[in-house]
Structures are given as structure tokens and as C-alpha cells.
């Protein structure tokens, strides 16, 4: 991403002036006369909302420190991108370690009043924060699907199920129970407490740029803990509306603060910071082992959200209908961009063509565009490098031996636009079967036996989701308690939740998030023992 030189003057609300928030694009000669007039159709929707937004102040484009938007102390800009045009949504800070640094001061001081409230008055914070967000859900999901490209529909939904975290965890607050423990002599009386950890360096993907961060944010908050938001630099500005509502929610200033730009100093200077006592990340395995050795230094509890390689196990005896829904529903979700998107789908030999034959249909159906526009189910992906990772997958296993069905190539769309494709005769040595492939991909492979599938679905250093198709009970039983993965889909798809945990084994992560089990991880347990407790 190039940096700019000098910051654009903030106008008094915090947003920039329009004319730097749009650029227009650059259509090359080459391209198709459709492709140029669709660019030229969304150019100016894109525009159209992003005007809407700015004018209404919804567009936040500076750092938020202590309650503060701020710009980038050197003056340092980096660029965000609408996926689907290549425009320049907005110029924000390319902030860095003392910005972070200062961030982190900001959330110490106030854990010091925000961990004291109580938690009936945490939790009516957090309820207005959820308030706010489902008020202003079309602005947020507009915003998502301008940075980030997914239809609006899914963004939408997103900002529900973003949401959703915030509710339950407002709930949440009040159910924070110690314990008391029967004492071993007489005059001991032994209890236990659970206590915020403190400040929380919450680090987030840009595939889902709100729900990755409520999800952290909503039980740290709860539990009375104060966070310093690092999002992706690809979407920072979902972040940063959710982030004023918190504000506005009257969440106190510096209980949330969000920073991003130079995402190894931001990084480096949360591992250093004594301060922070908790490091909470959902993103790649690589980065994540990295933060994990780094959140020694300083023994931080860390939780780690990262890759997933999810096998989907279609069964001879699979109702074939749900089979293919559940599969849609799980692989081209986001189009693709998904750590529990099916990444290998492996199919009993009994049902393989009729499955691959039946899938393609419904794929093909798949429509592919601007996440403006009507019907869209398919946006585009994220950046160049996305569509060349894809692309590097899929002419490996081109080269092996499998077979295009389906898509296999650029959409005619241009830019970063790929088209949804279903491949067969994929094998376990396939790059495609060993990594994700994070795009719109569906690898078929084939078993013959219950055991086969099961061998082939482990073996992975990945365990973060899987899905089986059967109408076998006692299958449906044996074989996810067989599976090696935190989260089993039994002939479903979709199996987020704010009320389950989510969390993967293996190489895929430490910790779970959601639910009544992802408080635990923002809270410490401290056992107090009385002595002489008998006399006068």
C-alpha cells in the first residue's frame, strides 16, 4: 500500500472532505465494453454511498485514542480500496508504535474506573452499544461492503450477527460468578474470584471486519476489560463507525480505542507493553505463532482464532438436496474468504458424480458482481494477491491431474472478480488439499469407506471446522467425535453463533470465542484463603 505524505485536514466531525474519498478509476482500453460500463455503474454507486455516508458522519477516517480522533503523529497516510473498482475509498493513518503506545496508556488508565463499575452498569453500556449498531445496520453494512466487497445483503447480515455478540455478552456481565470451595480444617474458609485480565490488544481480519471484532470486544468489555482495536488496514473503517457508537453508547473514552497502519510496529509494541495483559487474534497461522512467541516475552494470555483447512464429507447416504445447500452455504460464503469455508470436499465414490453434477448446477446459478447490486451472491475478493494465490492453487492441481468443471478462471468482470468454480479428481497432495485456498473453490475428492474419510479429513495440522452430510444416526454421532476439529457441522452449513464457542484444536488456535465459555478468556481466577476464622 503506498503511503502518502502529509495527512488530509480532518473536518470538525472527524471525516475527511469528499474530494479525497473517491478517486476515480482508471478503465483500461482492453477491457470488455460491458466490463467498462459496469465499472462505470458501480463507480458511481460506490461514490453515491460513500458521499451519503460522509455527509452523515458515519465515514470515520482517524485513529481513536483516549476518546480522541487522531491523525498519524508523522503525518503518514495509507489508502483503502473498494475491491470491486479499485478506487480509493479513503486516505486514513498510518499510525505505529507511539500512537499504540499512547493507546495502550489510554486503555490502562481507564481500566483503573471501567473494571470498577459494576457489572449491571457495564452491561447497559454494552445493550445501548448493541442498540446503536442494529439502528445504524444499513450504514454499517454499506460501509462493509464498500471496503471490504461482499453483496450488502451479507454484509447486512454481518452487522446482525455482529451485533449479536454485543447483546449476549451485555447479558453476560451480570453471570460472572466466583465460587465457594469447602475447606480442608476448620477455621479456613477458601473462595475464589474472577477478575478482568486488563488491557486487551485485540488484532482483526479483514474478512469479517465487524463480527471479528465484537466477538472480542463484546466479553472483554463485559468482563471489564479495556481493549486497543488493531483491524485489518484493508478495512479499518467498519471498525472505526463501531467504534463511535461505543462512544455515543456511552462507553467511556479509552475503555476502546482503535489504531492500525505499520501492523508489525502496532504488533510489536502490544507484544512489548507490560501493560497489555491479554492478546487476542483471528487471522493466519503464521502471524499467530509469531504473536504467541512474542506474548512471552511479557507472559501474556494469548487467544488465537487462525487458519482452518475444513474437510465437508458428503456420505453415500447424504439427503442429497441439503447436501448441496449446506456446501454452497459453507464454501462460497464471503465468496470463499472464510476460515471454516470447506476447503476439501470429500465425497463417498456411491454419490460423487451425481454430487459433482448437482453442485456445478447450483453454482452456475451463482451470480457474480458488484455487492451493491440486486441478486449479487458473489463480490469480489479481496486484492490482486487473493486472486493469484487462487490461481497458483488451482493450476497445481491442474498440473496433478484434476479437472475444471466449473469457473476455473478470472470472471469477465475484471479486477479482482474470480469465478465460482468446482474442480474434480482433486488428491490429498494437491497444494489445494493442504492449505486454503481462501477463494471461490471447490475441491472435489473422493473415499470409499467411513475410515477413509475420516483419515483424510485429519490429516492436517489445521482443526478448526468440518461438516459431515449423513442420515445415518449413529454416524452422525461417531464421526464428528472422530474428526479432529473444534467445531463439527452435522448436514449444516452455517454453524456460527454468538451463543456456542468458537475455536479450533490443533494448529488452528488456542481458546474459544462466543458463548458463555469465551468470557473465560478475558478473566483471571484468584483464590483467597481466610485463616483463623473461628474464635471471637
Known sequence: MRRMAMAYKALGSGTRTLRHLCRPSHFSASMHPQAVLFFRQISMEAQSVAARLNSSGFLRTQGLIGGKWVDAYDGKTIEVHN????????????????????????????????????????????????????????????????????????????????????????????????????????????????????????????????????????????????????????????????ADLSLQAGIPPGAVNVVFGNAPAIGDALLASPQVRKITFTGSTAVGKKLMAGAAGTVKKVSLELGGNAPCIIFDDADLDVAIKGTLATKFRNSGQTCVCANRIIVQEGIYDKFANGLSKAVQKMQV???????????????????????????????????????????????????????????????????????????????????????????????????????????????????????????????????????????????REGSKYGMDEYLEIKYICMGNMIGN
Open 369 to 511: 458482481g458488484d455487492g451493491f447490486h440486486e441478486g449479487v451472491s458473489q463480490g469480489p475478493l479481496i486484492n490482486e494477491a487473493a486472486v493469484q494465490k487462487v490461481e497458483s492453487f488451482l493450476n497445481d492441481a491442474k498440473s496433478k491431474g484434476a479437472k475444471v468443471l466449473l469457473g476455473g478462471k478470472r470472471h469477465s468482470l475484471g479486477m479482482t472478480f474470480y469465478e465460482p468454480t468446482v474442480i474434480t479428481d482433486v488428491k490429498s497432495e494437491m497444494l489445494i488439499s493442504r492449505e486454503e485456498v481462501f477463494g471461490p473453490v471447490a475441491p472435489l475428492l473422493r473415499f470409499k469407506t467411513e475410515e477413509e474419510a475420516i483419515h483424510i479429513a485429519n490429516d492436517t495440522n489445521a482443526g478448526l471446522a468440518a461438516y459431515i452430510f449423513t442420515t445415518n444416526m449413529q454416524r452422525s454421532w461417531r464421526v464428528p467425535e472422530a474428526l479432529e476439529y473444534g467445531i463439527v457441522g452435522v448436514n449444516e452449513g452455517l454453524i456460527s453463533t454468538e451463543v456456542a464457542p468458537f475455536g479450533g484444536v490443533k494448529q488452528s488456535g488456542l481458546g
Open 83 to 242: 475491491p470491486a473498482t479499485g478506487e480509493v475509498i479513503a486516505n486514513v493513518p498510518c499510525m505505529g508504535e507511539r500512537e499504540t503506545n499512547d493507546a495502550i496508556a489510554s486503555a490502562y488508565d481507564t481500566f483503573k474506573s471501567w473494571s470498577k463499575l459494576t457489572a449491571a452498569e457495564r452491561s447497559k453500556c454494552l445493550r445501548k452499544w448493541y442498540d446503536l449498531i442494529v439502528a445504524h445496520k444499513e450504514e454499517l453494512g454499506q460501509l462493509m461492503t464498500l471496503e471490504q466487497g461482499k453483496p450488502l445483503k451479507e454484509a447486512i447480515g454481518e452487522v446482525s450477527y455482529g451485533a449479536s455478540f454485543i447483546e449476549f455478552f451485555a447479558e453476560e456481565a451480570k453471570r460472572v460468578y466466583g465460587d465457594i470451595i469447602p475447606p480442608t480444617l476448620a477455621d479456613r474458609r477458601l473462595f475464589v474470584l474472577k477478575q478482568p485480565v486488563g488491557v486487551v490488544g485485540a488484532i482483526s481480519p479483514w474478512n469479517f471486519p465487524l463480527a471479528m471484532i465484537t466477538r472480542k470486544v463484546g466479553p472483554a468489555l463485559a468482563c471489564g476489560c479495556t481493549v486497543v482495536i488493531k483491524p485489518s488496514e484493508l478495512t479499518p473503517l467498519t471498525a472505526l463507525a463501531a
